[in-house]
Structures are given as structure tokens and as C-alpha cells.
């Protein structure tokens, strides 16, 4: 059997929205990309949100529209996707790093409260995996030290938060509409937020700083427009926005098909939980289930994780490995001046995890299949 680490499966649903687009004639952002930001808002209860071309254009849009440049600091994870840093970076602000909590792999939240500085001007917490972090904790701290709490919910789009949903916790939160992720636009994002000044610059900003949008001058607002700040091309087109709408239709189901498969994930694995670290699931959480991550024990295990995974693969199961960390990158050990040994719980933690393949098309069968693959591997190479 073969089982590919991702696998999209788009229908009719997204084959009808994507036509309907294609039919009206008006494909760039336009009524449903704002169509998309209406469902979102709600599906998040948030006041605002704004159609962005990634989540990496949103994280770079909330940081600028709240005014953080060259002089501040923002805090986020060694344990992030490249996109978190680069946002930072690309503001001219300095990115502070505080380690992770290995049971998670998100922020720790007494870490992020020892870095802070009269710099500190934001954290951005990354919700791995689709794990919300620490809110209680982050939030407390963030309010006391008059920081912005700006979430990278790149993975977490449909997770909660003590019934709260991801998306109104944080003073901004952006999703990514990536292929792989719970819903996708090929390409895409979101930045919501409750705070109506930045929400109409994130929007202002996402379209060159222009006064009037190309939909609204070509549907009767007159040509006149006026450039009233240097802006960005990070608009949404309408055609991304479609295909998103018809993955919005299938959400919820495509939701209840990933705790399905984490369940039977986690109830296969236990059995081999003495070699392989299971996701950490929070009691206060709903649990996004955008990757399944698993770590192994190598005190149990005569077998490093790169191993591990090459076996897998010859067993035709496909891996991933979520997130090589920041740190190990030549690009930013260079330019940021980073060591591996200032962050030990990341570093652990990378040396051990395995995402598997995890995606609404996957089959119990599938799951069954890479669930025995790691389990004789975990015989194979029992210490
Ligand atoms: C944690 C995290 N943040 C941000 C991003 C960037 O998302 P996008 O590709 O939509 O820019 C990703 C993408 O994989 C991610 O995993």
C-alpha cells in the first residue's frame, strides 16, 4: 500500500463556487472574497476580517498596520515555520525568540514573559499542529505588559480555546488557506480581529494603500482614488475565494473526518505509546487536527527519526517533519546570530518528531496500515 503524506481531494462543491466566479465576469478580489471574510468572521466570531494572498502577507500586514518597524522586538517560537520570521523580518523589527513547551511544541508562555523588554512591542504565538497555545497564560501576560497578542493560527483554523473559537482570542489572528491546510484557496489568508483601527488598515494596506478598491471604482464608485500610505499586493482574488467557499460548505464534515482519524491514530498507537510520544491533547482545547505528530523515545529506540522515516517511506508511508527549527536555517543563524543550544525543548523536540500522513481523504484503512508499519518498527528497533 502506498500512503502519501498529503492527499487534496476538491469536489463539486469547490468545481460550483470556483464556476460561479468564473461565470460573473469578475474574477480579483472583489464580492466573494468579501463573501469568504463574511463566513469567516462568523465561523470565528470575530468583528473583522480581511482576505490576504497568505498568512504570511497577514502576519506582515497586522504587524505593519499596528505600527511595529526597525527598533521593536516581536517574540515568537524557534518552532515555526520560516513565514512567522520572515514577517518580522520584513518589517525591519527584531525577532526574539523563547523556546517551547516539549509536551505542546508551542510557546511557553514563562519564556515568552522572560523576553519581553521595553522593545516588546507583540508576541506571536504559533498554534502547532493546530493545538491552540497557552491563552490563558499569554493573554495574562500580554495585557500586563501592554504587548500585542498577534496569533499564527496558520494551522488552527476550527480549534477552541475554553469554547472559545481560534480567531477571537488574540488582538489579531491569521489563517492560512494553503493547500494543505483545513480549508484551502490554492493560495491564501486571513487576518481577523475585533479592533476596528487596525482591521481598516490591514485592509487599506493589503491593496497598495489605495482609498478605493478596483471592484468598487469598475461598480459604479468612480475612478478617483487617492495612494495615502505605501501599501502591498496582498490581496485575495475572488477565483481563491471561491474555491474557499466551497471548502467552507464542506468544513464541518471535513473537521469530524480529521478528530475521526486522530482518534483511530491515537487508539491504534497506544499500544506502541512506550516507543512514540502521542499529540498532546489540552482539556481546555479543541484541537484544531491539522497535522498528527507523533515523537519518538529514543531512550526505547535503537533508531534515530531520520531512520525512522526512511524506513516508513520504504513501507510506502509518506513524512513530514513540522518544523525544522529557525534556528537551523544558514539564512537566519547568520543574520539573527542564533545557537542551537539557547533553545534545548525545541531542539529535543525536533530530533524526534515525525508528522504522519493526515488529511480528510485518508481512509481507517490507511490509518490502520501506517499505524501497524510503526508499530513493527517500533518492535524492530526496541531497545
Ligand atoms: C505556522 C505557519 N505559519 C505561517 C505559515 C504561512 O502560511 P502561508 O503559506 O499561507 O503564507 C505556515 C505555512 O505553512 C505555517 O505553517
Known sequence: MKVPFFRLRLGTPEKKAVSRVIESG???????????????????HARHAVAVSSATAGLHLSLKAAGIGAGDEVITSPYTMAATVEAILYTGATPVFADIDPLTL?????????KITRKTKAVIPVDIGGLPCDYDALLKIARQRKVLLIEDAAHSLGAQFKSRPVGSLCDATVFSFYSTKNITTGEGGMVVTDDNLLASRV????????TSSGWKRYAGGGWKYDIVEL???????DLAAGLGLG?????????K????????????????????ELPCVDRRSRHGWHLFIIKICPERLRITR??????????????????????????????????????????????RVISLPFYPDLSIR??????????ELCRRFSR
Not at 469578475?26 to 470565528?44: D, F, N, Q
Not at 490507511?366 to 508499530?375: G, T
Request: proline content about 3%.
Open 26 to 44: 469578475w474574477v480579483t478580489s472583489g464580492p466573494t472574497a468579501r463573501a469568504l471574510e463574511e463566513k469567516i468572521k462568523k465561523l470565528v
Open 106 to 114: 508551542n510557546i511557553d508562555p514563562a519564556r515568552v514573559k522572560s
Open 203 to 210: 485592509r487599506l494596506l493589503s491593496l497598495h494603500g489605495m
Open 231 to 237: 501599501g502591498y499586493k496582498y490581496n485575495l482574488s
Open 247 to 255: 471548502q467552507l460548505t464542506r468544513f464541518s464534515q471535513m473537521q
Open 257 to 276: 473526518k480529521r478528530q475521526m482519524l486522530a482518534d483511530r491514530y491515537m487508539k491504534n498507537l497506544s499500544a506502541v505509546q512506550q516507543f512514540i
Open 306 to 351: 531520520d531512520r525512522y522515516i526512511r524506513e516508513l517511506e520504504k513501507n510506502g508511508v509518506g513524512c513530514g517533519v513540522h518544523f525544522i527549527p529557525i534556528y537551523r536555517f544558514r539564512y537566519f543563524q547568520e543574520h539573527l546570530k542564533l545557537k542551537i543550544s539557547d533553545f534545548p525543548f525545541t531542539e529535543r523536540a525536533y530530533l
Open 366 to 375: 490507511e490509518v490502520d496500515y501506517v499505524s501497524e508499519r510503526i508499530a
